[in-house]
């Protein structure tokens, strides 16, 4: 696979704003393999047979809203497959990355919590409040060490969701937030103070599959909720983090093994 060389404009767009956006950053191809592996999941759960676009919309929707435990096995169960990890792998957006991070050795490349989330209309239990990705991964100190990598796979709009972005609050630096614990099926949260955003421009990123937002660690960011009828909105998301820091420290990850109450049962 080519790989995309930024330019000086694209780096110093994210030293600036905190996140640059990289249209085209990823191959269709990973997208629509992973997309079929996620629909092949949503069916183990539902029994549909209908159609990938119904299954991944309305047949999602409609399992969530009734069972939502079922929801949290296919969630769970995506983050944990193989089909993700090839995903991140075959989209090779590791060299923009490196670049973005000011990193020639790819020895010195970590990463942490390669992740997909899928948002159904009307769910506010788990929008992402106002919040920087540094409170909840701190394998590096400094934003600037490390970043997330946000991958729309499908179209990701205001109207469904999309991330909203406040360019320029990565320069303060890594600030106090207010720990929300997870609780039933509503997510953790550590959430900024209002403050942060007094007087500040936002930004609603549209983008389409392939698509790539690098973002800096401490950027104040957040998700809007999905407001369409029966539109899932999904997305991927991997952290790069900078390993040969003195204080960089690797995160310990403990199993945790829920009882789901399956649609299947």
Avoid: C
């Avoid at 500040?200 to 983008?207: I, Q, W």
Wanted: net charge negative; hydrophobic share 35%.
């Amino acid at each position: 696979m080519t790989r995309r060389t930024l330019t000086a404009q694209d780096l110093r767009t994210y030293a600036e704003d905190g996140y640059l956006v990289v249209k085209g950053a990823a191959a269709q191809r990973p997208i629509d393999e992973l997309m079929g592996f996620v629909a092949h999941v949503i069916r183990l759960e539902s029994g549909s047979i209908e159609p990938d676009e119904a299954v991944l919309n309305r047949v999602l929707v409609d399992l969530k809203r009734s069972h939502p435990s079922s929801s949290s096995w296919i969630y769970q169960t995506i983050l944990g497959s193989w089909a993700l990890k090839r995903f991140f792998i075959d989209i090779a957006i590791e060299d923009m990355a490196m670049q973005v991070l000011g990193m020639d050795d790819p020895n010195n490349l970590g990463i942490v919590s390669p992740a997909f989330r899928f948002d159904i209309p009307g769910d506010t239990r788990n929008v992402r409040a106002w919040h920087q990705d540094s409170a909840y991964f701190r394998e590096n100190q400094a934003g600037t060490d490390a970043l997330v990598a946000w991958i729309p796979t499908t179209p990701s709009r205001q109207e469904n969701g999309s991330v909203v972005m406040a360019p320029g609050t990565h320069h303060v630096g890594r600030v106090g937030s207010v720990h929300e614990e997870a609780s039933g099926y509503k997510s953790e949260q550590y959430v900024v103070p209002d403050s942060m955003l007094e007087g500040r421009r936002l930004v609603h990123v549209e983008a389409e599959p392939g698509d790539v937002a690098f973002i800096n660690m401490d950027l104040v960011h957040g998700s809007g909720v999905n407001s369409t009828a029966d539109n899932v909105r999904y997305t991927a998301q991997i952290r790069f983090n900078t390993i040969n820091r003195p204080e960089y420290r690797p995160v310990q990850l403990r199993p945790i093994y829920p009882t789901y109450e399956r649609r299947t049962d």
